[in-house]
T-cell receptor
Framework: GAGVSQTPSNKVTEKGKYVELRCDPI?????LYWYRQSLGQGPEFLIY????????DSGLPNDRFFAVRPEGSVSTLKIQRTERGDSAVYLC???????????FGPGTRLTVT | RKEVEQDPGPFNVPEGATVAFNCTYS??????FFWYRQDCRKEPKLLMS???SGNEDGRFTAQLNRASQYISLLIRDSKLSDSATYLC????????????FGSGTRLLVRP
């Protein structure tokens, strides 16, 4: 079946601009996670949704970052006033529930110039 | 100090070699342990879970020492296709089960 999909695969934006990154989880998966991976590092947790609600947003670095999942399926990660330090690969993962394996999407490579 | 520490490598080994990776974690509340594999410019994929009793999957053996907060991965009879970055991952059984990754150990298997 279809895996986790993320769009766009690559995004180049100028410093100060607003960006939206989209994640389509595996159908029926209630848990959705966003992670961020900088070059040479492992992924770092950003936010977790169970259904429509953000149950844990402790990994969001500051208030420029926000994520939504209005219908409990697709999620959008929104970054305001982008900075060069936001450049990274943003990974989305979904799972049938919290204690199950997380399946990762291919990521969105964000470059802020 | 990072919560999950790994030697970044790279480990450069010939085909057929046995190679071992180690990882330490600092939070004793960690409850679940994994090794993920990540190919260049690809997403991480679960290689295997790690249990206290140790577990084996073909050429791969994983061990967990809770007292020392230490996790290992042994790869026997290395193949060229094993070349990748191996990520040590822990999770706490809190509300989110978020994954906490090490920085990864890079393995290069040469002919």
């Amino acid at each position: 079946g279809a895996g986790v999909s993320q769009t766009p695969s690559n995004k180049v934006t100028e410093k100060g601009k607003y960006v939206e990154l989209r994640c389509d989880p595996i159908s029926g998966h209630t848990a959705l996670y966003w992670y961020r991976q900088s070059l040479g590092q492992g992924p770092e947790f950003l936010i977790y949704f169970q259904g429509t609600g953000a149950a844990d947003d402790s990994g969001l670095p500051n208030d420029r970052f926000f994520a939504v999942r209005p219908e409990g399926s697709v999620s959008t990660l929104k970054i305001q006033r982008t900075e060069r330090g936001d450049s990274a690969v943003y990974l989305c993962a979904s799972s049938p529930g919290t204690s199950y394996e997380q399946y990762f999407g291919p990521g969105t490579r964000l470059t802020v110039t | 100090r990072k919560e999950v520490e790994q030697d970044p490598g790279p480990f450069n080994v010939p085909e057929g070699a046995t190679v071992a990776f180690n990882c330490t974690y600092s939070n004793s509340a960690s409850q679940s342990f994994f090794w993920y594999r990540q190919d260049c410019r690809k997403e991480p994929k679960l290689l295997m879970s790690v249990y206290s009793s140790g577990n084996e999957d073909g050429r791969f053996t994983a061990q967990l020492n809770r007292a020392s907060q230490y996790i290992s991965l042994l790869i026997r009879d290395s193949k060229l296709s094993d070349s990748a970055t191996y990520l040590c991952v822990v999770s706490r059984m809190d509300s989110s089960y978020k994954l906490i990754f090490g920085s990864g150990t890079r393995l290069l298997v040469r002919p």
